[in-house]
């Protein structure tokens, strides 16, 4: 894993039902084991996790490949990796 660019954790999203009001802590390495969120794998590197503030209960399409433009969920951009 470079100082820029994440590993690529899998190339499709991760479907995640959300309660409201809950937070979680979205991996932005592609190194954590409990994809999408964050199991400390990052440390030592210049990634943190990013919080994740449910507004409410649904099914969240959170991005797999690190590598999305618009922030933690999905935007296709998998498909050119």
Partial sequence: ?????PHIAQKSPCAVAVEAGKSYWYC????S????????N???TSFVPTEYKAE????VYFCGC?????GMTCDG?????
């Fill in 1 to 5: 894993m470079s100082a820029n660019k």
């Fill in 28 to 31: 932005t390495c592609g190194k």
């Fill in 33 to 40: 084991a409990t994809q999408p969120f964050c199991d400390g």
């Fill in 42 to 44: 990052h440390k030592g």
């Fill in 56 to 59: 409410k209960s649904e099914t």
């Fill in 66 to 70: 690190k590598h999305n433009a618009s």
């Fill in 77 to 81: 951009s998998h498909q050119k990796l």
